[in-house]
Structures are given as C-alpha cells and as structure tokens.
C-alpha cells in the first residue's frame, strides 16, 4: 500500500519515481513508474489530460507495461467503407435521408441560433460533407442517429469555438513567427500533410497553437471534401517544456469529434523514448480503431510515407524550402491549397 501526495509532482521535481491513481473513462488504475528513463516525467504530464485526475488516498499498486512503439516502414492505406464519390445512386438516397433527419430532429437548435448560418447551408447543399459523417460513423444500413448525433455535436462545437471568426489578422503573431505548424507537400497517395513542430511549440501560447491548428485544418478539411489529411508530428529534438498534452489533446479530439472522416493517418516522427509511455494513455483517449492511424517513424524510413520530392532536407528529403514568416503572405502556411 502506498499514499500518494500530489503536491509533490512539479515540472522543477521530475527525477523521482511516481505513483499516481489515474481516472481512465470511469475505471480508475493506478500506474507506477519504475523506469529510469521515463520516471516522474510521465506523471507530470498524464496529469495534464483533462481525463486524468490525482486521488489522495492509499492504493494498491498495478504496475502497468510501458512498450516501446512499433515503427513502420510503409504508409497505412486506411480504406473508406465506402467508395470516395458520395454521388454514386445507391447511396444519394442515404445521404438524403441523413440530411433530413438532422434538418427534423435539430430543427429548434437550428432556429435558436445554436449553429452558424453558413454550416446550416453546407449542411443543406454539399453531399460530401455529409457523407463524411456517414463514413466516419460506418453506416452500412439506413440508421443515421450516430450520424446526426455527430453533426449536432460538432456544429455546435464550431459555433461556440468561433471558428469561422478565426481569420489571418486575430491569430498570434508571436507563434506564427515561430513556425510550428503549417501545411506543406503532399505523403505517396496523395493527401496533404500538416506539419507540426514540437520543438518549436511554446506550451504558453497553447490556446493560440489550437486557434492556428484550426484554421489550418479548416482550410484544409474544406478544400476538398472527398480527400483525408496527413499530420505529421515532429518531435526531433523536443524536449519535456515542449511537449503540450493538452494541445495534442484537442487535435485528437478535433479529428475525432468535430472533424470527422478527416484524417488518412499521423506519423509520429522521431519520438522521444522518454515520450513513450504517454502513448499508452493517449491510445485510450483515441480510441482502438484512431490508434490504428498513428505510425511511428524515423528518419531513415519516414521517405517510405512521403516521397523523399515531398520532404524538406532536415527529414532527410531534397525540398530545400525553409520557413520564413511574411505578415504580408501569411497563406503561405497553408502551402498550395
């Protein structure tokens, strides 16, 4: 039996073995942190997760395995259930009937304002978006109640997060300056990767980077609805104050919740070992079949993603395209969309 004091986990204390009471989805588990690589480290950032919760108590401990993720060589192919053309007969009828009954069961959030008016009128005039819903909520048979549940849930997110008042001239400068995120190239099929710089993320802009994630993957999601992203995290070089759990959080869950069918699969490039063992709770915050889409990459296989045309020279690609930040072109993050 042990009593853990949660007062003692700070970033200025993270040298010491950890025992923490995790609040998982409802279950609580108890993890131990024994290795000396990873030690009181991971503690103090699973702390970060809004799922994980300290409990002052006294617990029996579970010791949990850490393993060291698995790299790939090759780019998954994910393949949609159904065929990318939402115009097809057989299914136009499934996606009027998804549409018609969220226009019937939502109709007083629609009235009282509760989505954006320009969401509304997608909603009632493009196919593809939802048939997104649709895909990323398998329906093979006519039940579009998850579907629609989906799409409530996410117009109403994008309402009240303001995301069509995300615009060039409100993001933060400061960050943008830094370069961390942007969109550039394309991986082997096809589909656009959104580039995310760990080293350069400032935990302290944390609620900017999300605004910046937004408006990239806004512009990116939009421009063309029957194609799915890459993202590409890398965490070359980061180090412990860089890496933000609740920024990769909200991505998570942005692509999860708001966002759906939109990402082909992310490539966790370079990843700290000492990072590792978080992966273990973000797979649960993902959830088996998002998971599925994460590949762990080095340097020397990371060409087998994205062709090596299509990779800047520090990934060891002959793209010598280097970031340089004009508040006169700030498109420029969005590379050729």
């Known amino acids: 039996m042990y009593t853990y004091t949660p007062s003692v986990v700070s970033q200025s204390n993270l040298e010491c ?9 409802g279950k609580v588990r108890v993890l131990l942190v024994i ?6 480290t991971v503690a103090y950032y699973l702390c970060q997760l809004s799922q994980l919760r300290y409990y002052h108590c006294h617990c029996t401990v579970q010791l949990l ?4 993720p698995r790299y790939s060589m090759a780019p998954p192919e ?10 097809k007969d057989e299914h136009k009828q499934l996606i ?9 069961e939502c109709a007083n959030s629609i009235s009282d304002g509760a989505y954006s008016e320009r969401d509304v009128q997608r909603m009632r005039d493009e196919d593809a978006w939802v048939w997104r819903y649709i895909r990323h909520n398998h329906i093979y048979e006519d039940i579009p109640g998850e579907a629609v549940d989906q799409m409530h849930a996410s117009l ?5 997060y303001g995301v069509e008042d995300i615009a060039e001239d409100n993001l933060n400068k400061k960050l943008l300056e830094k370069g961390s995120a942007y969109i550039r190239n394309k991986d082997l099929n096809g589909a656009n990767v959104l580039i995310i710089h760990f080293k350069q993320h400032d935990k302290s802009l ?6 910046h994630f937004i408006y990239l993957l806004e512009r ?3 421009s063309n609805l029957g194609r799915k992203l890459v993202i590409l995290f890398d965490m070359h070089g980061a180090g412990i104050t860089n890496i933000d759990m609740g920024y990769v959080n909200f991505m998570i869950n942005c692509h999860k919740h708001y966002y759906p069918d939109s990402l082909a699969y992310l490539l966790a490039y370079e990843m700290p070992l000492v990072f590792s063992a978080t992966w273990t709770i973000v797979k649960q915050i993902m959830g088996k079949e998002s998971a599925k889409k994460v590949v762990f990459v080095k340097k020397r296989d990371l060409g087998s993603c994205i062709g090596v045309d299509q990779l800047m020279e520090d990934m060891g690609g002959t793209d010598s395209w280097k970031f340089i930040y004009d508040e006169n072109n700030i498109s420029g993050f969005c590379g050729d969309l």
């Open 156 to 160: 109403k997110w994008r309402k009240e």
């Open 96 to 104: 009027a009937n998804v549409r018609e009954k969220f226009l019937t």
């Open 65 to 68: 395995s850490i393993p060291v």
């Open 220 to 222: 990116l999601y939009f």
């Open 17 to 25: 073995p950890a025992i923490a009471a995790l609040n998982l989805k």
């Open 206 to 211: 944390s609620k900017d980077a999300q605004r």
């Open 35 to 40: 290795n000396a690589v990873v030690q009181r």
């Open 78 to 87: 994910f393949p949609n259930p159904f065929p990318v053309d939402p115009q």
